[in-house]
């Protein structure tokens, strides 16, 4: 999973938007990674970790049709409540019941 984050998120800020792609390996190609279609599915989200391990699951929008594997959340509660290392990663549930679980990628918060 690819993660686009602002590298300047503030404790505090409101209206970040937190970006996901949803990846996985090429069949074709070892060293490459192919979108997920996301377009089918009965739930998408974004989960956020925050430094003291506390997880968190936000409502996400697909940012085109789904086939792209992309999907956002604009925060606008201001959950960045504390600086530090935090995580996030997409999380999908098809309508199938499968659930596909992105990698957790990180990024910092500051004051």
């Given at each position: 999973m690819a993660n686009?984050?602002?590298?300047?998120?503030?404790?505090g800020n409101i209206g970040t938007q937190?970006?996901?792609?949803?990846t996985k390996p090429d069949p074709n190609d070892a060293n490459a990674r192919i979108s997920v279609d996301i377009s089918s599915n009965n739930s998408i989200k974004i989960e956020l970790e925050s430094p003291r391990g506390k997880k968190t699951l936000l409502n996400a929008t697909l940012t085109n049709t789904g086939t792209d594997g992309k999907m956002y959340h604009t925060d606008s509660?201001?959950?960045f409540d504390?600086?530090?290392r935090w995580?996030?990663?997409?999380?999908?549930?098809y309508n199938s019941g499968f659930k596909f679980q992105g990698t957790?990628?990180?990024f910092f918060v500051g004051e």
């Open positions: 686009d984050i602002v590298p300047d998120i503030k404790m937190l970006k996901c792609t949803m509660t201001g959950v504390r600086t530090g995580r996030v990663r997409g999380v999908v549930t957790w990628t990180g």
